[in-house]
């Protein structure tokens, strides 16, 4: 899809519900993926459907996912099984006059699909450190990496998002009311929410004069990408 700027739109991801919410720019989709860390993956196993969180990791058009290799999840993803993987950004409640008017500020993407598994042993170390650092941008290269024993024990995934299987919805802005509870003596307005970075805590083990990495201290969950 290299040039394009849009997802195509398809009977699966054209959102009818409140249409004008839709979002198909590819630009604003990997945005909010890219903010995000955490995915819930829905899919079927043995007749029951199934939604797992899990952290995730974007490169492209390509989203990452990673487990044990003993993993039900990652076992049944990698045989090929349909899979749904929805990111939500939660960013404001909506506080209206009148209770069935209430909502949330939110962002968030859904991706239809199939999981392929990542086999060949330099594109796997690869996706491993797109995984980590779309979680915390610079940490791969600053820790010890994987041995083969701990690559071994590890299944990466990836994850095409095509035309027809990606769309995202969103909402912002202030509450909707009836026009004739504008009148009334009720606070109506959106109280943002936000992620919120606190101090490190160090590890209780941590060798004495060790300092707190500039990727650590200046943590953000706005992350830039070239792509």
Not at 99 to 120: C, D, K, P, W
Request: glycine share 8%.
């Amino acid at each position: 899809m290299e040039g394009k700027t849009k997802f195509e739109v398809s009977d699966l991801t054209k959102v009818k519900r409140l249409a004008n919410r839709g979002v198909y720019d590819k630009e604003a989709i990997y945005k909010i993926l890219d903010e995000g860390f955490i995915a819930h993956v829905g899919f079927e196993m043995d007749g029951q459907p199934i939604v797992l969180p899990t952290g995730y990791g974007r490169k492209g058009d390509f989203l990452y996912l990673h487990a044990k290799a003993s993993a039900h999840m990652i076992r049944a993803l990698a045989s090929g099984k349909p899979l749904c993987i929805s990111v939500t950004l939660v960013d404001g409640l909506v506080m209206a006059r009148g209770m069935f008017y209430h909502s949330m500020n939110y962002r968030s993407v859904v991706v239809f699909g199939q999981a392929t598994e990542i086999l060949e042993e330099e594109e796997k170390i690869e996706s491993m450190r797109i995984f980590s650092d779309h979680v915390a941008p610079g940490r791969w290269n600053v820790c010890r990496l994987p041995n083969p024993a701990e690559i071994k024990a590890t299944k990466m995934l990836k994850v095409e998002m095509r035309d027809g299987h990606v769309s995202a919805k969103v909402r912002e802005g202030p509450p909707g009311d009836e026009e004739e509870d504008y009148a009334k003596d009720l606070w109506a307005g959106v109280l943002p929410l936000s992620l919120e970075v606190k101090a490190p805590i160090n590890d209780p083990k941590l060798k004495a004069g060790v300092p707190v990495p500039e990727h650590i201290a200046n943590y953000t969950r706005t992350p830039e990408k070239s792509s």
